[in-house]
């Protein structure tokens, strides 16, 4: 069983900057990968950016080079750090963690609104 909860999500305005957090526990020995993904109104839940235990990273084709993704001292948290805000990227962010075995577990999303 993994746990995973999310901070850092709210209203910002355009052009600003939010860092989401996200705290993988319970058999965290066994997660190869953590990631965002966000999901809008009326759409389909999309990559945002993943990291493996070995520090890859992958990012979505819509996120540009204003989002960055990393992890903690304690490897089990990872952080989105997202600048340059549009009110295109207003969604509910939710973080995954991927089991050994390929089981997805999904922390209970954030929302993150960017006001014009």
Same mark, same amino acid.
């Given at each position: #069983? /993994? #746990?995973? /909860?999310?901070?850092?999500? &709210?209203?910002? #305005?355009? &052009?600003?900057?939010?860092?989401?957090?996200?705290?993988?526990?319970?058999?965290?020995?066994? +997660?190869? /990968?953590? @990631?965002?993904?966000r999901q809008?109104? @009326?759409?389909?839940?999309?990559? =945002?950016? $993943? +990291?493996?235990?070995?520090?890859?990273?992958?990012?979505?084709?819509?996120?540009?080079?204003?989002? $960055? +993704?990393?992890?903690? *001292?304690?490897?089990?948290? =990872?952080?989105?750090?997202?600048?340059?805000?549009?009110?295109? =990227?207003?969604?509910v962010y939710?973080?995954?963690?991927? *089991? +050994?075995?390929?089981? =997805?577990?999904? @922390?209970?999303? $954030? #929302? /993150?609104?960017?006001?014009?």
């Amino acid at each position: #069983q /993994v #746990q995973l /909860v999310e901070s850092g999500g &709210g209203l910002v #305005q355009a &052009g600003g900057s939010l860092r989401l957090s996200c705290a993988a526990s319970g058999s965290i020995y066994s +997660i190869n /990968v953590m @990631g965002w993904y966000r999901q809008a109104p @009326g759409k389909q839940r999309e990559l =945002v950016a $993943t +990291i493996t235990s070995g520090g890859s990273t992958v990012y979505g084709d819509s996120v540009k080079d204003r989002f $960055t +993704i990393s992890r903690g *001292h304690v490897k089990s948290t =990872v952080y989105l750090q997202m600048n340059t805000l549009e009110p295109e =990227v207003t969604a509910v962010y939710y973080c995954d963690a991927r *089991h +050994i075995s390929q089981y =997805v577990y999904w @922390g209970q999303g $954030t #929302q /993150v609104t960017v006001s014009s």
